[in-house]
Nanobody
Framework: VHRLEESGGGSVQAGGSLRLSCAASGFTIGSYCLGWFRQGPGKTREGVAASCWGASYYADSGKGRFTLSQNSARNTLDLQMSSLKFEDTGMYFC?????????????????WGRGTQVTVSS
């Protein structure tokens, strides 16, 4: 059974940092494309970053502030977020895709975690 579990969310002030972690079980993350998505209040789900077969991708909104870190031994993909802004607030989801697709499209992904909440206060 493919399973993804997010952790590390919380409440921070603008300018602060958080490190989210996605723990995978039932499959090896190196064989999949793993993405981070977020969904803010009243907004559609949007891609934040992804690690796909050795390549990393970032949305323009997170470039220079967000960094992915993959740990093969632990089978985890972390998202380090710094200089957080109010607009980074939302539920953050981890997702996995077996096949090549557009990294920031939700329908590319086959498996999803339940999410972890990030709240940034201004």
């Amino acid at each position: 059974v493919h399973r993804l579990e997010e952790s590390g969310g919380g409440s921070v002030q603008a300018g602060g940092s958080l490190r989210l972690s996605c723990a995978a079980s039932g499959f090896t993350i190196g064989s999949y494309c793993l993405g981070w998505f977020r969904q803010g209040p009243g907004k559609t789900r949007e891609g934040v970053a992804a690690s796909c077969w050795g390549a990393s991708y970032y949305a323009d909104s997170g470039k220079g502030r967000f960094t992915l870190s993959q740990n093969s031994a632990r089978n985890t993909l972390d998202l380090q977020m710094s200089s957080l802004k109010f607009e980074d607030t939302g539920m953050y989801f981890c997702a996995a895709s077996r096949s090549v697709g557009i990294w920031n499209r939700p329908d590319t992904y086959n498996y999803w975690g339940r999410g972890t909440q990030v709240t940034v206060s201004s």
